[in-house]
């Protein structure tokens, strides 16, 4: 006990010089915008470098204060759309501040996210362009995304979160339609929030024709659950799942423990799943029509939640 009681307190010790170190960088980094007044890249002396052949460094005045891999500088160029003169100083903030939010949820079971392998099949199968809780440095591809953090996000194409009401991500899909793929944040109170807002959209794009199609899925922790979810227990999301709007179900599956797994966004690593899980499609009418489902579609997303898949590139 005295030995495990050592260990908790020398990983408790790591973790808080880990957490201090993150919260001086971006203390440090806030000073420098608040002294040189427009945050531009030149006035806060931040420069870039190539470290080696796959990773670029971040410098402030001189000084080294970041490393990220090449390919990940290269989505947040291709991605930016804020001020030109601001970019070093933008990826430093959301590289800086998603790094925090990681750090707070690490092992907490609440950072779970799509790998890319599956968002590659979705999009290809299922014509998903939409994901509505991930970040500008997991976000797949071309997708359009609803991000976590309005001050940073929209920086890089990010719309406001998908949590906030009159967003402006479920306004264009009632208004256009679309496919989108959804891994809520793992607690049931925003599990239910995201699919009382989903019904809410699928009946507005019901009366109006809108094609709309939402490929959910939901881990036990988002049903406030002690043990694997089951198709009865949807009503604890909204009880009009298995009442008024049940038609929207097309497809329901069980994804089974120990045979998925999610991305650990902390970690970067695939995590086998030890309850089982549930993948939900939800469409109305023109979305039925417009994204169809097939067996073998199913098949490929359920495959490519396995942890024998590799993860691809997502651009």
Known sequence: IATNIEMLKDAGSYLAEI?????????EFRN??????????SALNITANEAGESTIAINIEGQPKMYIPFQTFRMLRTRFVGPEKSFLASVFSVIKRYETFKMILIRSGLDYQLSGATLSVLNRDLGVTYELWTDPLSVFGSNTFSGIFPDVDPLFGGLRPFAEKNNPVEEII???????AVL??????TASSFMNRILDILEVGQGKGVPLSFVVFLPMKSFNLTASPVSGNLELLDSRLLQSHRGFIRHFE????????????SSGQAQACKNDSIMLILQNDSGSSHFR?????????VHSLSLSVPVPSSN
């Open 19 to 27: 957490f201090l170190s993150v919260a001086n960088d971006v203390d």
């Open 32 to 41: 420098y915008e608040f002294r040189i007044g427009d945050g531009s890249d």
């Open 184 to 189: 809520p944040s793992l607690d049931s109170t």
């Open 174 to 180: 009632c208004r256009e339609g679309g496919s989108v």
């Open 254 to 265: 069980t994804l089974r423990a120990g045979q998925h797994s999610f991305l650990e966004d």
């Open 293 to 301: 489902l097939s067996e073998q579609a199913i098949l490929n997303v």
